[in-house]
């Protein structure tokens, strides 16, 4: 049977927010219902598109901007490079012309209301994010595909799985649990993020990686930057105040900075206290996802939700601990890659499938590991961080307020990060032949965990949270 195959940009993906498997999912399988139509050739003939939502993507979907993506895939623009400024301009012109141009090539009548159906009690047992896209032909013929968006924007056809998804390689060193990655560092005496590199190079050259990897960091960087300059209400009509750039303000004794380099220079020189250290992780992370919270373009990592912590932590290298290198970057999210995937591998990414632990408690295992080899752990301390991280997020659940990525999940981040670095910390001044959880044992609890969970736990906002406070949010 072939295992799933994950690499560093199956792990780190660059797309829009606020969700990764609500957002950035639907928008890739719509654009892969538009590439079958067009395959198939019958693009051309196609005159009616229905879209069916079923579980958690009917439940929390508006919220999530899943009807917003689902439109923008259909019509051709892709996450990475679209302009997020134009999404309402482009969204109100399909409302207000009732047409939609599918792969931005074939126009065809669409009334959202009768068109994009929300079934918020109908669920698909394989998974609770299921999407079926319905097209009718001139022929009188119809196509119909059912798509699974299983977390961290990874999707999957009905009838596939997900080690179908791309090509099998030959990785010179196989992983599929926390125990075998620690196999094969003791036999090679490699780090980590040498064990990443090696096997990233079955898919592309040494200089690729790296050049993609600091492209993602490059992007991360973008979005902390622009979350912490940019101040107003998030969308969404929960009115929540943004607070990164009141606080970037504030720490930085209202001065400001043009340019990424010369902000972080005079973050550095500000202090390196408890106290400050500690507000300015805070404030990576409320930036990264107040910026995904409106529909900004960020980095999976592993998820949309979740996409602060390793970031924030990432900063925190940089600032605080004499991080800024190319090759402590690169190394950093390596590591951070590798234990995402054993996770999505062992158990999940998805907040539908097993709560915010599979989110938020993955990022902060991925950003511990990380700067634990970075400040010079051993393998075994990386592999001991991640574990602490997560055991501490164990049973976190999914309940946002409104279906909104906001509450509360944005201040979640910026725990998800501070448990992070205690957690290397720990890891750093710990025996790890001591240690009584393994990082596999912590993933499968995980998974247990997951399937003990009330489904009104996982992001169908039914539960917790998103029940105690009574919300009349506007339609989308």
């Known amino acids: 049977m072939q295992r799933e195959q994950i690499s560093v940009f199956d792990i780190f993906k660059i797309g829009i927010g606020p969700s990764s498997s609500h957002t950035l999912g639907p928008w890739r399988a719509a654009q892969q219902f538009v590439e079958i139509l067009n395959n198939t050739g019958v693009l051309s003939s196609v005159v009616q598109i229905k879209i069916l939502l079923y579980g958690s993507l009917a439940k929390t979907g508006k919220g999530h901007g899943t009807d917003i993506a689902i439109l923008l895939g259909l019509s051709g623009d892709d996450p990475v490079t679209f302009d997020v400024n134009q999404i309402d301009n482009k969204i109100a012109e399909i409302g207000v012309n009732n047409r939609l141009e599918l792969g931005g090539v074939k126009p065809v009548s669409f009334f959202k209301d009768d068109d994009l159906l929300f079934l918020f009690n109908e669920s698909l047992p394989q998974h609770p994010n299921a999407v079926t896209f319905q097209a009718f032909l001139s022929t009188g013929r119809a196509v119909s595909e059912t798509f699974y968006s299983i977390g961290g924007g990874f999707v999957v056809k009905d009838g596939e799985n997900a080690s179908s998804l791309k090509a099998e390689v030959d990785l010179p060193f196989p992983i599929e649990k926390a125990n075998d990655l620690l196999h094969w560092c003791i036999k090679t005496g490699l780090k980590i993020s040498d064990v990443v590199m090696e096997n990233e190079l079955a898919w592309r050259s040494e200089q690729e990686t790296r050049s993609g990897v600091l492209n993602i960091f490059r992007v991360l960087n973008e979005c902390i930057y622009r979350g912490c300059h940019t101040g107003g209400s998030l969308p969404g009509g929960l009115n929540v105040n943004r607070r990164a750039a009141a606080l970037n303000k504030k720490l930085l004794g209202n001065r400001s900075y043009t340019n990424y380099e010369t902000w972080i220079k005079a973050i550095r020189e500000g202090g390196n206290g408890f106290k400050y250290t500690l507000d300015w992780v805070s404030c990576f992370a409320l930036a990264v996802n107040e910026e995904n919270a409106s529909f900004g373009r960020v980095v999976t990592a592993p998820t949309n939700g979740a996409a602060g912590v390793v970031p924030a932590v990432l900063q925190y290298l940089i600032v605080f601990c004499d991080g800024f290198a190319e090759d402590k970057i690169i190394r950093f999210l390596l590591t951070a890659s590798e234990i995402g995937s054993i996770f999505k591998k062992g158990a999940t990414l998805s907040a539908a499938m097993g709560g915010c632990q599979a989110e938020i408690g993955v990022s902060s295992a991925m950003a511990a590991a990380a700067l634990t080899e970075s400040l010079g752990g051993t393998q075994r301390q990386v592999l001991m961080a991640a574990e602490i991280a997560m055991e501490h997020h164990l049973g976190l659940t999914c309940d946002p307020i409104g279906g909104l990525v906001q509450v509360p999940c944005i201040e979640r981040n910026t725990m ?61």
Request: charged share 20%; proline share 5%; with cysteine.
């Open 416 to 476: 998800g990060a501070i448990k992070a670095i205690t957690a290397s910390q720990l890891a750093l001044q710990s025996n790890p032949d001591n240690a009584k959880v393994s990082l596999d044992a912590v993933v499968e609890t995980m998974w247990q965990t997951a399937l003990d969970m009330n489904s009104k736990y996982k992001e169908t906002s039914d539960g917790g949270l998103a029940i105690q406070i009574p919300l009349s949010l506007p339609e989308c």
